[in-house]
């Protein structure tokens, strides 16, 4: 069964700061892993996918890097802004499936403040 | 906007009511979801539908029901809402396989039942 874990929980930083979120999953045979955004009160928000052949995927100020062989993922997300403010979640596929049914972690609540 | 649909946003039930949530969606996805989001407890999978004309049971399926009425619609029931139901409910979708697929979500359903 996949399990995925993410730290921190909360994280709060200044405007303009470089940051790391971190995720980790029990899988390694995991086929993908994708970033969410989580505004409050609102449904995700689809960031970032990588595929298992995939190193890393960027898109624009975020990085997104799996390292299959040590279980984790990161979120990279350069100069941040007061508008980056809100939950991340990463999403693996439900272990002995290469699609389809995602096991998520619990979030990383990100603050940012001017 | 493409994307994923659902109806109702808001809903109030008494203990013993049943009602229907509604999803949809435009993208000619062949996979459809219902998560479900409490706190502390993250997003868990209530039952999934891998293509038009199949359901299977995710990791919280006791007391809903589901519908996969076409490729574009999935829907799911309580038939006797529960306090402890009390969530919100999020439905997604995803191509199913190829490289590029991802999930959408709709911006889910809030329901409390007293």
């Known amino acids: 069964k996949q399990e995925v874990t993410q730290i921190p929980a909360a994280l709060s930083v200044p405007e303009g700061e470089n940051l790391v979120l971190n995720c980790s999953f029990t899988?390694?045979?995991?086929?993908?892993l994708q970033w969410f955004r989580q505004d409050p009160g609102k449904g995700l928000t689809s960031l970032l996918l990588?595929?298992?052949?995939?190193r890393e995927q960027t898109s624009g100020r975020l990085n997104a890097s799996l390292d299959k062989s040590s279980g984790r993922s990161t979120l990279y997300i350069a100069a941040s802004q007061p508008g980056d403010s809100a939950t991340y979640l990463c999403?693996?596929?439900?272990?002995?499936?290469?699609?389809?049914?995602?096991?998520f972690g619990q979030g990383t609540i990100l603050t940012v403040h001017p | 906007n493409a994307g994923v649909t659902q109806t109702p946003k808001f809903q109030v039930l008494k203990t013993g009511q049943s009602m229907t949530l509604q999803c949809a969606q435009d993208?000619?996805?062949?996979?459809m979801y219902w998560y479900r989001q409490d706190p502390g407890m993250g997003l868990r999978l209530i039952y999934y539908?891998?293509?038009?004309?199949?359901?299977d049971k995710g990791e919280v399926p006791n007391g809903y029901n589901v519908s996969r009425l076409n490729k574009r619609e999935f829907s799911l029931r309580l038939e006797s809402a529960a306090p402890s139901q009390t969530s919100v409910y999020f439905c997604?979708?995803?191509?199913?396989?190829?490289?590029?697929?991802?999930?959408?979500f709709g911006s889910g359903t809030r329901l409390t039942v007293v």
């Open positions: 539908s891998a293509s038009e004309g199949t359901t």
């Open positions: 997604a979708s995803s191509a199913q396989g190829g490289p590029n697929y991802g999930y959408t």
């Open positions: 999403a693996g596929p439900a272990g002995g499936t290469s699609y389809g049914k995602l096991t």
């Open positions: 899988d390694s045979a995991i086929y993908n």
């Open positions: 993208m000619n996805h062949n996979s």
């Open positions: 990588i595929q298992s052949s995939q």
